[in-house]
């Protein structure tokens, strides 16, 4: 099992919808948690760093983390078609080594 | 651009031949880290350097492979003997110090025929 489970998708949606991405993990150690997007042949962009439980919001992207459940989520609100990537959950114990999920892919159809 | 460099970009290579990348942090930037991303799949840990110091290698970090940050600023990450599952994207990311954001570069995509 790995520590970090995450649906590679495609996910698909209209322009203007809410997108609801989601992470498990299992390692009740991971103190940080980071959603990260990646463009096709990019290196990955950080979006979003917590840490520790509760929700963080900028501009159109929430992430909320609930470690009871140990489960993440980042939501994207009037989706856009740039927003079309690869988006990679992230977690860490101690914030130097990250453990990546394996990302889902996300289309946003103008 | 004040960002996180890696050259080179690309990289082809025949089986059982030496490589080496480079990487550049950001400025002031005290910790260094490589990833290796393959087709589908998220980035994975392969080590990191706090200053010239190489604290932490992950197992994926065969004896083929090795690291080096030596004067505390660049780094290279020399693979030897290239194998055909060396093929991937090598990642190299930076952050100022423990529990900071790590910005990463935009990778060196190697192939090994």
């Known amino acids: 099992q790995k520590e970090v489970e995450q649906d590679p998708g495609p996910l698909s949606v209209p322009e203007g919808a809410i997108v609801s991405l989601n992470c498990t993990y299992s390692?009740?150690?991971?103190?940080?948690f980071m959603w990260y997007r990646q463009y096709s042949r990019k290196g990955p962009e950080l979006l979003m760093y917590?840490?520790?439980?509760g929700n963080k919001e900028d501009g159109r992207f929430t992430a909320q983390v609930d470690k009871s459940s140990k489960y993440i989520s980042l939501f994207i609100r009037d989706s856009q078609p740039s927003d079309s990537a690869t988006y990679l959950c992230?977690?860490?114990?101690?914030?130097?080594?990250?453990?990546f999920g394996s990302g889902t892919r996300l289309s946003i159809r103008p | 651009d004040t960002g996180v460099s890696q050259n080179p970009r690309h990289k082809i290579t025949k089986r059982g031949q030496n490589v080496t990348f480079r990487c550049d942090p950001i400025?002031?930037?005290?910790?260094l880290y490589w990833y290796r991303q393959t087709l589908g799949q998220g980035p994975e840990f392969l080590t990191y350097?706090?200053?010239?110091?190489?604290?932490?290698k992950s197992r994926l970090l065969s004896d083929r492979f090795s690291a080096e940050r030596p004067k505390g600023s660049f780094s290279t990450l020399e693979i030897q003997r290239t194998e055909q599952g060396d093929s991937a994207m090598y990642l190299c990311?930076?952050?100022?110090?423990?529990?900071?954001?790590?910005?990463f570069g935009p990778g060196t995509r190697l192939t090994v025929l």
């Open positions: 992230a977690m860490s114990s101690s914030a130097s080594k990250i453990i």
């Open positions: 990311a930076s952050s100022f110090t423990e529990g900071d954001e790590q910005f």
């Open positions: 390692n009740s150690a991971f103190q940080y």
């Open positions: 400025s002031e930037h005290n910790r």
């Open positions: 350097f706090q200053n010239e110091a190489q604290l932490e």
């Open positions: 917590t840490y520790s439980s």
